[in-house]
């Protein structure tokens, strides 16, 4: 059985920083594409970034590049998304989703993420 836990929510203040960690088990982690998304209060879910399988190659959505990191330690079965300069807009449930191989640039569509975490709460105050 397929199991994702995020962790590392919390509150903090603008221009701050946190990590998020999902850590995966009952997959062969090396094997999947790995994803950030987040669905912030009246919004749909939205891609934040991914990392590929293999070549760990990223993408990111406009609205984090250059503050947020995607990174994964296939040898702890955890994938990281380090998160700098922090803003209010970026307040959300952050959840990671797996899936199988995938493309060499990972793909932002929901779609395509066989597996999800519960989400973790980040909120950002002003």
């Known amino acids: 059985q397929v199991q994702l836990v995020e962790s590392g929510g919390g509150l903090v203040q603008a221009g701050g920083s946190q990590r998020l960690s999902c850590a995966a088990s009952?997959?062969?982690?090396?094997?999947?594409?790995m994803a950030w998304f987040r669905q912030a209060p009246g919004k749909e879910r939205e891609f934040v970034a991914a990392?590929?399988?293999?070549?760990?190659?990223?993408n990111y959505a406009d609205s984090v590049k250059g503050r947020f990191t995607i990174s994964r330690d296939n040898a702890k079965n955890t994938m990281y998304l380090r998160m700098n300069s922090l803003k209010p807009e970026d307040t959300a449930i952050y959840y990671c989703?797996?899936?199988?191989?995938?493309?060499?640039?990972?793909?932002?569509?929901?779609?395509?993420?066989?597996?999800w975490g519960q989400g973790t709460q980040v909120t950002v105050s002003s």
């Open positions: 990392i590929s399988w293999i070549r760990a190659s990223t």
């Open positions: 009952g997959l062969t982690f090396s094997s999947y594409t």
């Open positions: 989703a797996a899936s199988y191989r995938g493309t060499v640039v990972p793909g932002a569509e929901a779609e395509t993420y066989a597996f």
